[in-house]
């Protein structure tokens, strides 16, 4: 199995601004994923991040908006950036091991 | 683009009633499936998960889904449910074509149970 922190566990932010999100895992693990799950909708991922890759978006997506870091097999940052009221959502990290995911506690965003 | 689709939204039970939650994908080829379960304030956490073999799998807290190939379905069922199964539950896949672990998740299901 696999532990996951987020920091932080929610903000409200003001539009035009950014915020990161960081995600702690307690092993290393090769891949890990960021999901979005808007109000009232489900999960939808983002991008996938290996480490001592470029992260892949899914359509949708951009780096510019949603710049993600993996400096090494326990940690990833997602930046969300020059926020809108449209970007209000939990942001999820999520690790695979064992041909199973575990997310991490969320991380609920208000923009204003 | 393979998507995943949950019937109900908004279930309401009393407590020992039966449950079954409906999940249809589309997708023709091989697939994972899973259940996730977000109990009020808490993390996503795997419920059951199907790879192969026995079609009928169990899960953790009494739980149960059955994969139905032909019918491209992976329903979930409880044959008691309790005040405390209150919670979202969502119905995952993985195919071929989004290896990797990338899961493609249903609407999700929030399940009320009355004590």
């Known amino acids: 199995s696999a532990v996951i922190s987020q920091k932080p566990s929610r903000d409200i932010c003001q539009r035009g601004t950014s915020l990161t999100i960081q995600c702690q895992v307690d092993?290393?693990?090769?891949?890990m994923f960021w999901y979005r799950q808007q109000p009232g909708q489900s999960l939808t991922l983002i991008a996938t991040?290996?480490?001592?890759?470029?992260?892949?978006?899914e359509s949708g997506f951009v780096i510019d908006k949603f710049p993600i870091s993996r400096p090494n097999l326990t940690f990833s940052t997602l930046t969300v950036s020059n926020m809108s009221p449209e970007d209000s959502s939990i942001y999820l990290c999520?690790?695979?091991?064992?041909?199973?995911?575990?997310f991490g506690p969320g991380t609920r965003l208000t923009v204003l | 683009a393979q998507s995943v689709s949950q019937h109900n939204h908004h279930v309401i039970l009393s407590e020992a009633a039966s449950l079954e939650l409906g999940c249809n994908y589309s997708?023709?080829?091989?697939?994972?499936l899973f259940w996730y379960v977000q109990y009020p304030g808490q993390h996503l956490q795997l419920l059951l998960k199907?790879?192969?073999?026995?079609?009928l799998v169990k899960g953790i807290k009494g739980f149960e889904a059955e994969f139905i190939k032909s019918k491209f379905s992976f329903n979930l069922r409880k044959p008691s449910v309790q005040w405390s199964d209150t919670a979202e539950y969502f119905c995952?896949?993985?195919?071929?074509?989004?290896?990797?672990?990338?899961?493609?998740f249903g609407q999700g299901t929030e399940l009320s149970v009355k004590p």
């Open positions: 995952a896949v993985t195919t071929i074509y989004n290896q990797g672990g990338k899961l493609i």
């Open positions: 199907y790879f192969s073999g026995d079609p």
């Open positions: 999520s690790v695979e091991a064992g041909y199973e995911q575990f």
């Open positions: 991040a290996n480490q001592g890759s470029e992260a892949t978006y």
């Open positions: 997708y023709g080829g091989t697939v994972n």
């Open positions: 092993s290393q693990v090769t891949m």
